[in-house]
């Protein structure tokens, strides 16, 4: 496990120059996104628009998949994190639908949908590069703090931090559930890059990378992952031992 230590102003950047390498080893890859205020706070997506709109990299061969979806919205609902991923990328790099595989949170049967989006991405042969996120109470994806956790796709009860929310459906609905990858597709994705910022966010991260591999803190099993890389900046990595972090000026 690698722990980078940047300006949040460069993570945008050295995480682009990740994925650029990635797509150039694999035009093919099979790349996991992840959705939540990270990406767009960071300027994560905003820099790959840029970057794909300038020729620099080329996601004309890759296949998106976002790891998790609330239960209980219709597909086209602008919560959804499928419009999410149209709204704040795919529309704008010319991602078709035929190439970005999200669950379907709208479905009747959610058990069922957790069993096809497990096919799907046994059929997609599993995530090559997996961009994450970090949450306060160490969720990755949607994968809630529990005594246990499946290695599979599966449905969660959301942790008061993150949800209940109110969704406007014409009347209060109140989403308490998703559907989200289980450890195993984390832990056997083939690289996985985790950002987090902020003073907010340090306990936290200090409790994933150096604490025990527990299920009662989710992204401490990136400790377990071969090719993981931690990107923070200067507030979230502030209580961890200088010597475990490379700076990057």
């Known amino acids: 496990m ?15 120059d990740a994925l650029k390498r990635q797509l150039y080893k694999k035009p093919t890859s099979v790349l ?15 820099e790959w628009v840029k970057r794909a709109n300038n020729g620099e990299i080329d996601f ?4 998106f998949v976002n790891p998790d979806e609330l239960v209980g919205l219709p597909k086209n609902h602008p919560e959804t994190y499928r419009m999410y991923m149209r709204k704040h990328l795919f529309s704008q790099i010319g991602v078709s639908n035929e190439r970005a595989f999200i669950p ?9 949908e957790c069993c096809l989006f497990e096919f799907q991405l046994k059929e997609l042969g599993g995530i090559d590069w997996q961009l994450m996120g970090l949450g306060l109470n160490g969720h990755i994806a949607f994968i809630e703090p529990a005594d246990s ?8 009860k959301l942790e008061e931090v993150n949800c209940p929310r109110l969704i406007d459906l ?34 936290i991260v200090a409790q994933a990378l150096l604490g025990p591999v527990t299920t009662r803190v989710p992204a401490s099993f990136l400790q377990l992952h071969s090719n993981a890389t931690i990107v923070l900046d200067e507030g979230a990595a502030s209580k961890l031992p200088e010597n475990l972090m490379v700076r990057l000026n």
Request: proline share 4%.
């Open 104 to 112: 379907n949170g709208g479905t009747m049967d959610p058990e069922e």
């Open 149 to 156: 956790i499946p290695a599979t796709t599966y449905v969660v």
């Open 32 to 46: 996991g996104m992840t959705t939540g205020s990270t990406p767009l706070t960071l300027g994560i997506y905003q």
């Open 170 to 203: 014409g009347s209060e609905k109140i989403i308490t559930h998703a559907i989200t990858v289980g450890l195993g597709t984390v832990i056997g994705a083939g690289s996985v890059l985790l950002a987090a910022v902020g003073e907010k966010k340090a306990d």
């Open 60 to 63: 004309s061969k890759a296949t």
């Open 2 to 16: 690698k722990i980078i230590v940047l300006a949040a102003q460069q993570i945008a950047g050295f995480i682009t």
